[in-house]
């Protein structure tokens, strides 16, 4: 493991056992803009715990404006440091930083090492809210972490997994699946963290991406569009996809999985069409 990062300082089998809500994305701001809804949930809890897991080390990320020239290891240890003040101020029960290349995570025959970490997390941990990526993601490294989540889960005893796991929108939202499959999560009750947690890679949103404007955005998107006939149920939500039916006894493999959604997808726009 790359580095272990407990804001409030307890010991490290006290940070990992309390935590409620995990979250495991590839890169640094992955989980605020993914795992948004488990920050908040546990923001001001007493009883609630959010943990970061981040697999890669951030060395390939875009970059302009002041952070033009600088070199991959140079990005490297200012995301990580990033990565630590937000979940500083996020409160995170732990924030851990695995710090694979991303070319190791993408490649199945080298990545034991990875899965075994996730399995040791997990097991630790026993959180009762996983977040991940999503299957539909079209970002290679973030579908690629997702696989070696799956494959940790599997891993598991049933009685050692996630209660609910849930596949998140970032490199392609989840407007396009059913309604009935949206798993719609509010994120409105702390409309300035939400802003300051994404500000603080300013790597990243200086460094030529808006996260900010982007993914604010999105999640009011995501509240006004949802449905078309009803009024707002909130001002801000992600979209999520439930991914348990992977983990059930004879369940559907995750491509199985995911290419249901895409078909049912593709029969909404055809029944529409050929209808109306």
């Not at 995170?92 to 090492?113: G, I, P």
């Not at 209660?163 to 009750?189: F, H, N, Q, Y």
């Not at 996260?211 to 604010?216: D, K, M, P, Q």
Request: proline letters at 4%; one cysteine or more.
């Amino acid at each position: 493991m790359g580095s272990f990062f407990v804001p409030d300082g307890v010991d490290r089998a006290t940070a990992l056992a309390r935590v409620t809500h995990l979250a495991i994305g590839a890169h640094q701001d992955d989980l605020e803009i993914f795992a948004y809804h488990g920050i908040e949930s546990c923001y001001e809890s007493d009883e609630l715990w959010f943990g970061g897991v981040t697999v890669t080390d951030g060395a390939g990320s875009a970059r302009s404006g002041p952070y033009q020239d600088f070199t991959d290891e140079q990005m490297q240890a200012v995301r990580a440091l990033e990565q630590e003040e937000a979940a500083r101020l996020g409160r995170y029960s732990f924030q851990a930083q695995l710090d694979y290349a991303s070319a190791q995570v993408k490649d199945s025959a080298r990545c034991e090492a990875l899965v075994d970490e996730l399995v040791e997390l997990l097991e630790t941990c026993v959180p009762h809210t996983l977040y991940l990526h999503n299957p539909a993601d079209k970002h290679d490294s973030h579908v690629a972490v997702l696989l070696r989540c799956v494959e940790a889960i599997r891993r598991l005893s049933p009685k050692k997994r996630p209660e609910t796991i849930l596949g998140c929108e970032v490199w392609r939202d989840l407007d396009w699946l059913e309604d009935s499959a949206k798993v719609m999560l509010p994120v409105d009750r702390y409309p300035e963290l939400a802003g300051q947690l994404l500000g603080v890679f300013a790597s990243q949103v200086q460094g030529g991406k808006d996260y900010v404007r982007a993914t604010l955005g999105r999640r009011q998107a995501n509240a006004t569009y949802f449905a078309s006939h009803a009024v707002d149920q909130a001002a801000a939500f992600t979209v999520a996809l439930d991914l348990g039916p992977i983990f059930e006894k004879n369940g559907p493999t995750l491509e199985e999985f995911a290419i249901r959604h895409v078909d049912c997808f593709k029969e909404d726009v055809r029944r529409r069409l050929r209808s109306l």
